[in-house]
């Protein structure tokens, strides 16, 4: 009897778990038919009385409502999102589980405590998010639904990120994390005054020698342009530079060549003279030296819509401090289309900037189409959900589980690559194409293993020919990005094919468009610790080669890329680990300077100035590696301006307001450091001062999704790195008396952020430029009543409410302290209306 009772139980059993499994499948399918009203919030959560979190840590919770007809099951799904940060992989909370997928990929699903939800109900899933999350870019974002019945199908849902406001755990006051208030604002901005225009610098970047005339050259008519053949292209942009609507005769000569300039070698030199009666000279040491003075010249022209068209009397001597001047866009992590890469070739022109630093390849994207390895883009540069392994790479930075996102997914063809390296061409910018390895480059590993599998499953002997990982690879690492699948590995001949096949195709390209390549980035940074160890194909190629460590290895597979870099007439650049050799001191972990490639030419573009690294750079400059300045703390524009929750980017490194960028001595990095700081630090020798080409702005793009956003990032801190790339040192930087340097300083601040907020701002607003930089909040400050108002960028108009409204370009402007009390609010618009952030400030109202 107990046998046939049990019998029963274990019938009625199977049959509940069949009625649930289609249950699950009719719920899902008609989720998928319809779209689930599945609603999903994610917000911090205020640090519970007594609760002791750990450095950095955030509490936050994931608020699910279930808005559908249907219950969500007690089994049979996963809600994926994606995140930038790491999250507490195997936390359980409500019945759910959270577990990390791969990288920045994670997922909660139900474990065997959950009861499922009901239609109409809500849960909650709480967790301690271990990074310290201030601004919404950090938050997790793309979620979406796969039901276990459809696993190749997935459902966005409805999601929200609830209004950061500052988190109890936020650093104290003095701590890089504090709040901004609008008071520290208005006290930093204060740095500067408001200038007449008569006062502003003429011209940024700030020529080597100006010298004034008296008289102003009227523009009656549009100029009569003479130029050779050879200058087209200058010539095209000078006559673009005058408006349109101006008489087709009447105007002056301007005359463009290719000339000697006295007293200037840099072939980027020019000299630029403006005469009441003479008209316009502009001489180049090359045709790049007369589109310079072009853009000097835009910067003397009237503002469009101006009714006095006139140029100021002058001649300009103007060359370059630093032959290399670069900006370097990452399309990998998120895709952006021609368009916005011919946008930021024509600002890096205007700003006189000449090396585009293209960063076409990483974990999340491959952006180039490369011939005969079709699947670098078919897989490598296509995100989206799928339950096959390599159909496409897995979503990342909110791309969400479609494959058309257009973030997510795109690259350039062949057709499109080249007509890049035409535009830059016509703008004297040469494009530096980099391919990320070893590491850094899972879109690569999974698009040559997936062609593997198909070509193996066909019986081809060509499958292995290009395969980047070792299939019996058990090393255990970690990536920056939290991947363990993501590098090449040096001990397959494989490899090294690829890499060659890579590299003649990606110079082939540059020969067709008509632009050699002179350089290419073969990446370098990141290398996870622990990658190879365990890697049967590169313990034989070390045992090979006789090589004792991974260190060593490394240095192996570096010389095998150099030499098929040469092999194709090329100089190898890559990040700075390329030229640096990991080691440990006193128990910690160093890096210095590799004696074994100081003679191989390499050009090591140098990131790291964190604590312990800040002078990495002088001392790879002194041993004799060419260097190009990218300090973190310095000049990466993905790092958010401040800690506020209103402000976008990451804070890994550093934060990096507009003043940041504009105080940076590339030859006394640790200039603004304490004393103490700058103890048993190097400092650049005058030999390694000559292995300094130039400065760079990155702007890695894990939270620009969009080109508003590039817009808000970049600039206006790309005009402060163009000031520092181009013009010499200014006199606070070389003066040793700190109190004159002071004033020196305050005085030439001044005049940078005049002349961006009265002219080189309001030119973008108005000449069509389409840039959404980035309006800073205004400065508040209380005093004896009223309420003081400033802005980083002088001239930029303040507008005012005081009846808790948010300004609009109808508010009344700011012209003086405001007297009237309430909360008063305060915004900067620019010349087209736009507005920046409001901040506000209570004036109190004062009884008698």
């Given at each position: 009897m107990k046998k046939t009772m049990m019998g029963r139980a274990t019938m009625v059993s199977s049959l509940l778990a069949v009625l649930m499994a289609l249950q699950s499948v009719a719920v899902a399918a008609s989720e998928l038919a319809d779209g689930p009203r599945l609603q999903l919030r994610w917000e911090l959560q205020r640090k519970p009385a007594g609760l002791q979190l750990p450095q950095g840590g955030s509490p936050a919770r994931f608020i699910l409502s279930n808005q559908d007809r249907h219950a969500l099951p007690p089994s049979g799904w996963?809600?994926?999102?994606?995140?930038?940060?790491?999250?507490?992989?195997?936390?359980?909370?409500?019945?759910?589980?959270?577990?990390?997928?791969?990288?920045?990929?994670?997922?909660?699903?139900?474990?065997?405590?959950?009861?499922?939800?009901?239609?109409?109900?809500?849960?909650?899933?709480?967790?301690?998010h271990r990074d310290a999350v201030f601004m919404p870019s950090r938050s997790p974002s793309g979620p979406y639904l796969v039901y276990d019945a459809a696993p190749d199908a997935a459902v966005p849902l409805q999601f929200t990120v609830a209004t950061l406001t500052e988190p109890a755990q936020r650093g104290k006051v003095g701590s890089p994390h504090s709040a901004v208030s609008p008071e520290d604002t208005y006290w930093r901005n204060a740095r500067a005054e408001l200038l007449p225009a008569a006062k502003l610098p003429p011209v940024l970047p700030t020529p080597l020698q100006l010298r004034p005339g008296a008289g102003r050259l009227a523009l009656a008519g549009?100029?009569?342009?003479?130029?050779?053949?050879?200058?087209?292209?200058?010539?095209?942009?000078?006559?673009?530079?005058?408006?349109?609507?101006?008489?087709?005769?009447?105007?002056?000569?301007?005359?463009?060549?290719?000339?000697?300039?006295?007293?200037?070698?840099?072939?980027?030199?020019?000299?630029?003279?403006?005469?009441?009666?003479?008209?316009?000279?502009?001489?180049?040491?090359?045709?790049?030296?007369?589109?310079?003075?072009?853009?000097?010249?835009?910067?003397?022209?009237?503002?469009?819509?101006?009714?006095?068209?006139?140029?100021?009397?002058?001649?300009?001597?103007?060359?370059?401090?630093?032959?290399?001047?670069?900006?370097?866009?990452?399309?990998?992590?998120?895709?952006?289309?021609?368009?916005?890469?011919?946008?930021?070739?024509?600002?890096?022109?205007?700003?006189?900037?000449?090396?585009?630093?293209?960063?076409?390849?990483?974990?999340?994207?491959?952006?180039?189409?490369?011939?005969?390895?079709?699947?670098?883009?078919?897989?490598?540069?296509?995100?989206?959900?799928?339950?096959?392994?390599?159909?496409?790479?897995?979503?990342?930075?909110?791309?969400?589980?479609?494959?058309?996102?257009?973030?997510?997914?795109?690259?350039?063809?062949?057709?499109?690559?080249?007509?890049?390296?035409?535009?830059?061409?016509a703008r004297h910018i040469e494009v530096i194409p980099e391919i990320e390895m070893p590491g850094h480059a899972r879109a690569a590993v999974q698009a040559m293993e997936a062609r593997y599998q198909r070509l193996r499953a066909q019986g081809s002997r060509d499958a292995s020919r290009y395969l980047l990982n070792d299939l019996e690879d058990r090393s255990e690492y970690l990536s920056a990005q939290y991947?363990?699948?993501?590098?090449?590995?040096?001990?397959?001949?494989s490899s090294y094919a690829f890499i060659d096949h890579v590299v003649r195709e990606v110079a082939a390209l540059h020969r067709e468009a008509g632009v050699p390549l002179a350089t290419i980035h073969m990446g370098g940074d990141e290398l996870a610790n622990g990658a190879w160890e365990k890697s049967p194909a590169s313990l034989a190629m070390m045992r090979k080669q006789g090589l004792e460590t991974s260190a060593d290895l490394w240095d192996y597979f570096y010389e095998r890329v150099d030499a098929i870099v040469r092999k194709h007439g090329m100089v190898t650049s890559g990040w700075e680990e390329l030229a640096a050799r990991k080691t440990r001191l006193d128990g910690a972990s160093k890096l210095i300077p590799n004696p074994r490639f100081t003679r191989n030419g390499f050009i090591a573009y140098v990131w790291n100035n964190t604590v312990g690294a800040e002078d990495l750079a002088y001392r790879l400059a002194n041993a004799g590696y060419d260097i190009v300045l990218t300090p973190v703390t310095r000049t990466y524009?993905?790092?958010?301006?401040?800690?506020?929750?209103?402000?976008?980017?990451?804070?890994?490194?550093?934060?990096?307001?507009?003043?940041?960028?504009?105080?940076?001595?590339?030859?006394?990095?640790?200039?603004?450091?304490?004393?103490?700081?700058?103890?048993?630090?190097?400092?650049?020798?005058?030999?390694?001062?000559?292995?300094?080409?130039?400065?760079?702005?990155?702007?890695?793009?894990?939270?620009?999704?969009?080109?508003?956003?590039?817009d808000y990032l970049v600039m206006p801190r790309l005009a402060a790195l163009a000031e520092r790339a181009w013009a010499a040192d200014p006199d606070w930087a070389t003066t040793t008396d700190p109190v004159k340097a002071a004033v020196l300083q305050?005085?030439?601040?001044?005049?940078?952020?005049?002349?961006?907020?009265?002219?080189?701002?309001?030119?973008?607003?108005?000449?069509?430029?389409?840039?959404?930089?980035?309006?800073?909040?205004?400065?508040?400050?209380?005093?004896?009543?009223?309420?003081?108002?400033?802005?980083?960028?002088?001239?930029?108009?303040?507008?005012?409410?005081?009846?808790?409204?948010?300004?609009?370009?109808?508010?009344?402007?700011?012209?003086?302290?405001?007297?009237?009390?309430?909360?008063?609010?305060?915004?900067?618009?620019?010349?087209?209306?736009?507005?920046?952030?409001?901040?506000?400030?209570?004036?109190?109202?004062?009884?008698?």
């Open positions: 996963s809600l994926y999102f994606t995140g930038i940060d790491r999250m507490p992989a195997g936390v359980q909370s409500r019945g759910l589980v959270l577990e990390q997928v791969a990288g920045g990929l994670f997922r909660l699903r139900p474990g065997p405590d959950f009861k499922g939800l009901a239609a109409g109900q809500t849960l909650e899933f709480a967790y301690l549009r100029p009569a342009v003479s130029a050779s053949a050879a200058l087209a292209n200058e010539a095209a942009l000078a006559r673009s530079l005058f408006p349109a609507g101006l008489p087709a005769g009447g105007g002056p000569s301007l005359r463009l060549s290719v000339g000697a300039v006295e007293g200037q070698a840099s072939p980027e030199a020019y000299r630029l003279a403006i005469g009441s009666a003479g008209g316009i000279d502009i001489i180049g040491n090359s045709a790049a030296g007369v589109a310079h003075g072009l853009q000097t010249l835009r910067e003397l022209m009237p503002l469009p819509g101006a009714s006095l068209l006139e140029l100021p009397e002058l001649t300009i001597v103007d060359a370059p401090r630093f032959g290399y001047r670069g900006f370097m866009l990452d399309v990998a992590r998120n895709f952006h289309g021609k368009k916005t890469v011919f946008k930021w070739l024509d600002l890096m022109a205007r700003f006189k900037l000449n090396k585009f630093h293209f960063h076409l390849t990483d974990d999340e994207g491959w952006r180039i189409e490369i011939a005969g390895l079709p699947e670098l883009t078919a897989i490598g540069a296509v995100r989206g959900h799928s339950a096959r392994p390599g159909l496409r790479l897995q979503p990342a930075y909110g791309s969400g589980p479609d494959p058309r996102d257009p973030a997510g997914s795109g690259h350039y063809t062949r057709a499109d690559y080249i007509e890049i390296l035409r535009y830059a061409k991947f363990r699948d993501n590098v090449i590995n040096p001990g397959l001949e524009f993905d790092m958010a301006h401040n800690a506020n929750p209103e402000e976008h980017g990451v804070n890994w490194g550093a934060y990096v307001e507009l003043d940041t960028v504009y105080d940076f001595v590339p030859f006394d990095i640790m200039r603004d450091a304490p004393e103490a700081a700058r103890i048993g630090k190097d400092r650049l020798t005058d030999y390694g001062k000559r292995r300094v080409r130039g400065i760079q702005a990155n702007l890695f793009a894990e939270t620009a999704r969009d080109p508003g956003r590039i305050r005085s030439a601040w001044s005049g940078f952020v005049n002349a961006l907020g009265q002219r080189v701002l309001p030119r973008l607003d108005l000449d069509g430029s389409d840039v959404a930089y980035r309006i800073a909040p205004p400065g508040l400050v209380l005093d004896g009543g009223r309420v003081l108002a400033n802005h980083v960028l002088p001239g930029m108009v303040l507008r005012y409410t005081s009846d808790g409204s948010d300004p609009t370009p109808a508010s009344r402007p700011v012209t003086g302290p405001i007297a009237e009390r309430g909360t008063i609010r305060v915004a900067a618009f620019d010349r087209k209306g736009r507005r920046g952030p409001v901040a506000s400030i209570a004036s109190p109202i004062v009884v008698y």
